[in-house]
Protein backbone atom coordinates (compact mmCIF):
# COMPACT_ATOMS: atom_id res chain seq x y z
CA UNK A 1 0.00 0.00 0.00
CA UNK A 2 0.77 3.67 -0.31
CA UNK A 3 0.92 6.17 2.34
CA UNK A 4 -2.40 7.51 2.67
CA UNK A 5 -4.53 8.71 5.62
CA UNK A 6 -4.49 6.04 8.47
CA UNK A 7 -1.61 3.98 7.31
CA UNK A 8 0.78 3.04 9.87
CA UNK A 9 4.89 4.26 8.48
CA UNK A 10 7.81 3.45 9.31
CA UNK A 11 10.77 5.12 8.29
CA UNK A 12 14.36 6.51 8.69
CA UNK A 13 14.90 9.78 8.39
CA UNK A 14 17.61 12.89 8.19
CA UNK A 15 17.46 16.38 9.04
CA UNK A 16 19.77 18.85 7.87
CA UNK A 17 19.94 22.52 8.78
CA UNK A 18 22.58 24.90 6.89
CA UNK A 19 24.28 21.50 5.62
CA UNK A 20 24.55 20.05 9.01
CA UNK A 21 23.08 17.28 9.82
CA UNK A 22 21.11 17.85 12.96
CA UNK A 23 19.20 14.45 13.62
CA UNK A 24 19.24 11.62 12.12
CA UNK A 25 17.23 7.88 12.64
CA UNK A 26 19.36 5.88 10.19
CA UNK A 27 21.43 2.97 12.50
CA UNK A 28 19.07 3.62 15.57
CA UNK A 29 15.47 3.34 16.35
CA UNK A 30 13.05 4.51 12.93
CA UNK A 31 10.37 6.72 13.41
CA UNK A 32 6.92 5.40 13.48
CA UNK A 33 3.43 7.09 13.28
CA UNK A 34 0.00 7.27 11.87
CA UNK A 35 -0.44 9.37 8.67
CA UNK A 36 -2.34 12.07 8.77
CA UNK A 37 -2.81 12.23 12.40
CA UNK A 38 -1.29 15.54 12.66
CA UNK A 39 2.10 14.66 14.34
CA UNK A 40 3.73 15.74 12.28
CA UNK A 41 5.18 19.12 10.39
CA UNK A 42 3.00 20.19 7.77
CA UNK A 43 5.63 19.95 4.91
CA UNK A 44 6.90 16.54 6.12
CA UNK A 45 3.53 14.95 5.73
CA UNK A 46 2.64 16.47 2.30
CA UNK A 47 6.08 15.31 1.22
CA UNK A 48 6.18 11.43 1.77
CA UNK A 49 2.03 11.16 0.98
CA UNK A 50 1.59 8.71 -1.96
CA UNK A 51 5.39 6.57 -1.38
CA UNK A 52 5.35 2.93 -0.63
CA UNK A 53 7.70 0.52 1.14
CA UNK A 54 11.68 0.78 -0.18
CA UNK A 55 10.89 4.31 -1.44
CA UNK A 56 13.84 6.77 -0.71
CA UNK A 57 12.98 10.62 -1.10
CA UNK A 58 15.12 13.74 -0.50
CA UNK A 59 12.97 17.19 0.14
CA UNK A 60 13.30 20.54 1.36
CA UNK A 61 10.73 22.32 3.37
CA UNK A 62 10.72 25.59 3.90
CA UNK A 63 10.44 27.19 7.13
CA UNK A 64 6.24 28.37 6.79
CA UNK A 65 5.64 24.50 6.34
CA UNK A 66 7.49 23.25 8.90
CA UNK A 67 7.86 25.01 12.33
CA UNK A 68 7.05 28.39 11.30
CA UNK A 69 8.90 31.42 10.78
CA UNK A 70 10.59 33.40 13.77
CA UNK A 71 8.21 35.22 15.74
CA UNK A 72 10.96 38.44 16.96
CA UNK A 73 7.70 39.18 19.99
CA UNK A 74 8.51 35.62 21.13
CA UNK A 75 11.78 36.73 22.19
CA UNK A 76 11.78 38.54 25.88
CA UNK A 77 14.22 40.21 27.54
CA UNK A 78 14.02 39.72 31.39
CA UNK A 79 16.33 40.87 34.14
CA UNK A 80 18.53 37.94 36.13
CA UNK A 81 16.99 38.69 38.87
CA UNK A 82 13.61 37.04 37.84
CA UNK A 83 14.93 33.66 37.84
CA UNK A 84 15.51 31.58 40.73
CA UNK A 85 19.45 31.19 42.12
CA UNK A 86 20.33 27.90 40.85
CA UNK A 87 18.74 27.90 36.94
CA UNK A 88 21.14 27.77 34.43
CA UNK A 89 21.21 31.00 32.57
CA UNK A 90 24.48 30.38 29.53
CA UNK A 91 23.55 30.62 26.47
CA UNK A 92 21.67 27.70 24.51
CA UNK A 93 20.48 26.30 27.97
CA UNK A 94 16.84 24.76 28.12
CA UNK A 95 14.19 26.63 30.08
CA UNK A 96 11.10 25.82 31.00
CA UNK A 97 8.12 28.83 31.83
CA UNK A 98 5.60 27.55 34.03
CA UNK A 99 2.22 29.53 33.03
CA UNK A 100 -1.17 30.25 35.50
CA UNK A 101 -2.63 27.28 34.32
CA UNK A 102 0.60 24.87 35.09
CA UNK A 103 1.42 24.29 31.15
CA UNK A 104 5.54 24.12 30.68
CA UNK A 105 6.71 26.24 27.84
CA UNK A 106 10.30 25.25 26.32
CA UNK A 107 12.28 28.00 25.42
CA UNK A 108 16.43 29.00 25.30
CA UNK A 109 18.61 31.15 26.59
CA UNK A 110 19.54 33.05 23.64
CA UNK A 111 22.10 36.11 24.77
CA UNK A 112 23.11 37.41 28.71
CA UNK A 113 23.74 40.79 28.17
CA UNK A 114 25.45 42.16 31.32
CA UNK A 115 21.78 41.56 33.91
CA UNK A 116 19.51 41.08 30.77
CA UNK A 117 18.63 37.42 30.13
CA UNK A 118 16.87 37.36 26.48
CA UNK A 119 14.70 34.54 25.99
CA UNK A 120 13.45 32.88 22.78
CA UNK A 121 9.91 31.12 23.22
CA UNK A 122 10.50 30.07 19.73
CA UNK A 123 10.81 26.58 18.44
CA UNK A 124 14.31 26.00 17.82
CA UNK A 125 13.90 25.15 14.20
CA UNK A 126 11.39 28.09 13.15
CA UNK A 127 12.23 30.20 10.60
CA UNK A 128 15.19 27.01 9.53
CA UNK A 129 14.91 25.53 6.05
CA UNK A 130 14.72 21.77 6.74
CA UNK A 131 16.09 19.70 4.13
CA UNK A 132 15.26 16.00 4.54
CA UNK A 133 16.44 12.66 3.07
CA UNK A 134 13.67 9.54 3.92
CA UNK A 135 13.46 5.95 3.30
CA UNK A 136 10.26 4.25 3.86
CA UNK A 137 10.80 1.17 5.86
CA UNK A 138 7.26 -0.21 5.97
CA UNK A 139 3.31 0.76 5.52
CA UNK A 140 0.35 -0.94 6.89
CA UNK A 141 -2.82 -0.13 7.36
CA UNK A 142 -3.22 1.18 11.35
CA UNK A 143 -5.33 -1.65 13.54
CA UNK A 144 -8.83 -0.03 14.50
CA UNK A 145 -7.46 0.35 18.12
CA UNK A 146 -4.04 1.85 16.52
CA UNK A 147 -6.77 4.51 15.06
CA UNK A 148 -8.50 4.85 18.36
CA UNK A 149 -5.09 5.50 20.45
CA UNK A 150 -3.46 7.88 17.90
CA UNK A 151 -0.01 6.35 17.77
CA UNK A 152 1.55 3.32 16.44
CA UNK A 153 1.70 -0.40 18.63
CA UNK A 154 4.79 -3.08 18.21
CA UNK A 155 8.05 -3.27 17.58
CA UNK A 156 8.89 0.33 16.42
CA UNK A 157 5.85 2.08 18.48
CA UNK A 158 4.23 2.32 21.73
CA UNK A 159 4.03 -0.57 24.25
CA UNK A 160 1.44 -0.22 26.96
ZN1 LIG B 1 -2.02 2.75 22.50
Redo the contacts with the bound molecule.
Keep these: MTIEANAVVVLDYELKVNGEVIDSSFGQEPLSFIHGVGALIPGFSAAIDGLKKGDKKAFVVSAEDGYGELDEEAIRTYAKDDFPGDVDLSVGAQLFFETEDQMEIPCFVKEVVGNDVIIDFNHPLAGKELHFNIEVKDVRPATD??KA?G?V?GAHG?H?
Excluded: N
Design positions: EEHHHHH
